[in-house]
Every structure is written in C-alpha cells, then in structure tokens.
C-alpha cells in the first residue's frame, strides 16, 4: 500500500510544525500538503524548512479545497472554527479528519458528528498513549470507589493556552463521570471563589494553573476520609501528541465513516 497522504493545517504553528516533523518520521505516511490562513508571513515557505527539516518540496499554502485534492487525512490541531470549516471539507471529500482541537462547544460538537457521517474522524482531547491509559484507570478508579472519595483534576498548561479547563482535563473529567455512570454537565465544579461553603459530594471538581512554557501537567486526585490516591501524565514535549495523531489517521485509513476517538484508535475501550 502506498504512503498515506496526509495534509497538516495551522503548519506554521508550535503544533503544526511538530505534526510535519512528526509524519517525516513515521513509516507508512507522506505530507501532502501544508496549510496556514491567509495572510500568513510563512505563506511559500518549504513545511520542511519550517519544521527544521530538510526541504520537503511542500510549500505552506492557503487554499485549503485544492490543497486537499486528492489527500487521505487531515491533522488538525487549530481553533473551532478552523476545525468545523475542515470538518466540512473532509466530509466532502469522504477522508480521514483527526482532531486535537480543544474548546469546542457543544454546537461545534453537533456539527462535527454531522460531518462524521460522511468522514472517518478520530476526535480527542489529547492524542497521547500515556493520557488516554490514564483516562481508563480514571475510569475504573471512579467505578471502584465509592462516594466518599472526591475526584479533582489539576492542570497546568503554558501562559498561551487558551482555553480552560483543558480538553485534557475534560477528558478525564469524562472518564471519572462515566466511571461513576453520571453526565459531566451535571457533577463538575469549575470555579470556586469566596464563600462556597462544603465540597457537595459525588461533585468533580476542576483547579486550571497556567505559566511559563509548560506542555501539559495533569493530575486526578481521589481523596477519601483517610486516604488518598492521585494518578497523573506529564507531558515533556509536543512530539507525543503529533505521534498519536499520526497513529490515529493511519488507523483511521479505509476505516467507515464515523467518529471515533483514541480509546477506539488504542483498544483501550472498556
């Protein structure tokens, strides 16, 4: 079978550079082509060169639709808005759309199943093996422990993130929730100032740190009357992230139209 072809969007980024170097390492895959918005001042650059690489013979375009042409997958690790214009086009052109995109809402979530339909879409909060191992433990730890244990997830991200909670942290925060068979939405706290009063029971809470360079620190604390037990991820370098997204497009390569995410990708579903 031939390389598959993959399509990297936001190339000039932190992240788009990383899924560049990311897929010149990867047997089995090949950048077919590299996408950044208008206006942008690395508009005709070589990907390669950008990414620290040697010449890849790809230059950093602006045209999305005819970029696509005859591609397998896109990696997108961009904004909700950028994610649902390039849901569309992967839907339209029945390939692989492989999500890291954090901060969408519910609306975004409802049109990236529409697009799903038609599209093979593999969407996470983060692509890393280590997180996703670590959801399944946060899973069963919920399921294992009673009530009495609180759950709070910590995060801490760079200074430049974004969004908050992170998609990680609600990742996770998911996982404690199903592990305890009850809807996020209606058990996490995010947000306590000021007189709160006591921690409501069987309540997941959420604490946000951001500062300096950091990649991604998480951690889930269950605390019990006497004990307490905290499964955690550190992750050192972005590197992690593009390879499991590289990971997910080839597992998504032939795959039905649908939308997965990496418990599917890792055989990691309970």
């Known amino acids: 079978m031939s390389d598959m072809k993959l399509v990297v969007v936001g190339a000039a980024g932190r992240m788009g550079r990383t899924l560049v170097r990311a897929i010149a390492a990867t047997p089995g895959v090949v950048l077919h082509a590299a996408i950044e918005r208008q206006g942008s001042p690395a508009l005709g650059e070589d990907a390669g060169v950008l990414a620290g690489l040697p010449a890849l013979g790809v230059p950093v375009r602006d045209d999305a639709l005819a970029a696509i042409v005859d591609a397998e997958g896109i990696l997108d690790f961009t904004t909700p808005a950028s994610t649902l214009a390039y849901a569309e ?49 946060v899973r069963r730890a919920a399921r294992a422990l009673g009530p009495e244990f609180d759950i709070e997830i910590l995060e801490m991200h760079h200074r430049a ?29 995010r947000v306590r100032d000021g007189h709160t009063g006591p921690r409501v029971e069987g309540t997941i809470g959420f604490a946000t740190l951001r500062g300096g360079s950091v990649v991604g620190d998480h951690e889930v604390i269950f605390a019990g009357p006497a004990e307490r037990i905290t499964l955690a991820h550190h992750a050192e370098d972005r590197s992690l992230f593009a390879a499991g997204a590289v990971r997910a497009a080839l597992w998504g390569r032939g795959r039905a139209a649908g939308r997965y995410d990496m418990d599917d990708v890792l055989g990691l579903a309970d």
Not at 91 to 113: F, K, L, M, N, P
Not at 163 to 179: F, K, N, R, V
């Open 161 to 189: 993130k974004v969004d908050a909670p992170s998609g990680t942290a609600l990742l996770l925060g998911e996982a404690a929730a199903a592990g305890r068979n009850v809807a996020l939405a209606d058990a996490s706290v």
């Open 89 to 137: 086009l992967a839907a339209q052109a029945r390939i692989v759309h492989v999500i890291g995109t954090t901060g969408c809402s519910e609306t975004d979530e409802t049109a990236i199943d529409a697009a799903a339909r038609h599209a093979v879409v593999v969407k996470s909060g983060n692509m890393s093996v280590g997180v996703n191992l670590l959801a399944g433990l």
